[in-house]
Each structure stands twice: as C-alpha cells, then as structure tokens.
C-alpha cells in the first residue's frame, strides 16, 4: 500500500534525474525495479510514494543510498558542515531580517572568493 510520504519533496526530480542519467525509459526503470510503468511517472510526478520496500530496489537499481532518496538536498547539505559554531550561527539566519541575510550572503561570497583567489595564485 502506498501513502503520501512527509519525506524529501525532492524526490520525484531525484527519481527523474536518476532514470535520466541511466538513459532509461520509465518502462526500462519499471521493469528493473518491479512495478508498472504508470507508477514510475506517479513517482516522478509527486502523485504516489513507493513503499519501503521499493525505496530500497530504487536506491540499488541506481546505486545510490535510500538516505539521498529520501531526504532534502537541504538536509544534507546542512549535515556536511562540521564546525558546530557556525552551524549554530547559520541556524539563527533567518531570525534576521530579509536586508542583513542580503548582506550576509554577499559578505561570505566575497570571503569565499578571496580564498579561492589565494588558491590560484599560491598553485
């Protein structure tokens, strides 16, 4: 039985992208994983969820982990950054009103290229 799904709502771009870069058809997909056709585009469209089970013959049709399937690229990104401070600090963003993020995003834009500047010149 398959229910709406509170996981990635990124998914279905995920699953497309996916079937895309295999060069496979939805039907080719389907009969990798099982299913009929229909429900490939039910998936890629945000229409149905696949169950558990199916979640995981996807992950290992495409050699990918369930985890990338099934969250946000936002959640792991987030999930990358190591220093906790500035992970607590980059939480408390958007507390701030919409003109300081502005202003905070340009600083660390400039911050960010000044570093990959000095890489070029020290390579």
Known sequence: MEEQSILSKDFPTKLKQLRNSKGWSQGQL????????????K?????LWPTLELMVRIAKAFNVSVDYLVRDDRDIA????????????????????????????????AFIKRYQLEKLVQS
Not at 30 to 41: K, P, T
Not at 43 to 47: D, F, H, I, L
Not at 83 to 99: G, H
Request: glycine residues 4%; proline residues 2%.
């Open 30 to 41: 389907a009969n990798q994983i099982g299913i009929e056709a229909n429900r490939v585009s």
């Open 43 to 47: 998936y890629e469209r945000g229409v």
């Open 78 to 109: 987030i999930n990358k950054i190591q220093n906790q401070q500035l992970l607590q600090q980059l939480e408390q963003l958007d507390d701030l009103p919409k003109q300081y993020q502005e202003t905070l995003v340009s600083v660390l834009e």
